[in-house]
């Protein structure tokens, strides 16, 4: 499974657009890069995925370089509700067909503040 | 269509007991995984059932059980509880397996005495 690394935490104001970096070096060919949104005491939500170059949706953007070794999430003008925690996953596939289930790693916990 | 649901949505045993959690996933999808979510370690996974059988399975003693039944509603069970098993329990569901998008349920928060 490729190992993420993203910052522990950040901070960033209201009507701000944050990014977060995720670096994935050992990202296999096969691999999406996914994220995820988690509040307190709930489960974890889907933002957005991709495999290469840039992905948009109504929520946000996700840029991916060439090479794949990393990505960033784009949260557009965020507000005090996007106070979360985000993960930043690489997806993996075993020979199997079968799936060694989401690897989630400590995650950014983004603060907005007013 | 309706999210995953987990129930209970709060427990709270004692050391030794045991303790069945179960989770709906969204309709039609046949893939159901769980994670164990802890201050300490974060979100770990811990199995994955499909179509009524395990698929994979994390790194947890063997006092973590599961199984899915034919209308792919899943429990997990956990003997002989221990403090260390405090936790968020999510349930996730997904229509093929693990290793795509994941519906995550609001959890299950054990508390163990």
């Known amino acids: 499974l490729a190992k993420t690394t993203q910052p522990i935490s950040m901070d960033s104001y209201e009507g701000q657009e944050v990014n977060i970096t995720c670096s994935h070096n050992?990202?296999?060919?096969?691999?999406?890069i996914t994220w995820y949104q988690q509040f307190p005491s709930q489960g974890p939500r889907f933002i957005i995925q991709?495999?290469?170059t840039k992905v948009t949706n109504e929520v946000a953007s996700l840029f991916i370089p060439a090479d794949r070794k990393s990505s960033t999430l784009s949260l557009p003008r965020v507000s005090l509700s996007d106070t979360a925690v985000y993960y930043c996953?690489?997806?993996?596939?075993?020979?199997?067909?079968?799936?060694?289930?989401?690897?989630f790693g400590k995650g950014t916990h983004l603060i907005i503040q007013p | 269509k309706a999210g995953v649901t987990q129930t209970p949505r709060y427990l709270i045993k004692t050391r030794g007991q045991q303790v069945t959690l179960s989770c709906s996933p969204i309709?039609?999808?046949?893939?159901v995984s769980w994670y164990q979510q802890t201050p300490g370690q974060g979100l770990q996974f811990l199995f994955e059932?499909?179509?009524?059988?395990?698929?994979n399975k994390g790194n947890f003693p063997g006092r973590f059980s599961g199984r899915q039944f034919s209308n792919s509603r899943s429990e997990m069970n956990v003997s002989t509880l221990e403090l260390g098993d405090s936790a968020l329990y999510l349930c996730?569901?997904?229509?093929?397996?693990?290793?795509?998008?994941?519906?995550f349920g609001p959890g299950t928060r054990l508390l163990v005495l």
């Open positions: 050992n990202i296999a060919t096969n691999d999406y």
């Open positions: 059932y499909f179509s009524e059988t395990q698929r």
């Open positions: 996953l690489v997806g993996a596939t075993d020979s199997g067909g079968g799936a060694d289930g989401l690897t």
């Open positions: 991709g495999y290469k």
């Open positions: 309709s039609g999808h046949r893939s």
């Open positions: 996730a569901s997904s229509s093929q397996g693990a290793e795509e998008t994941q519906y």
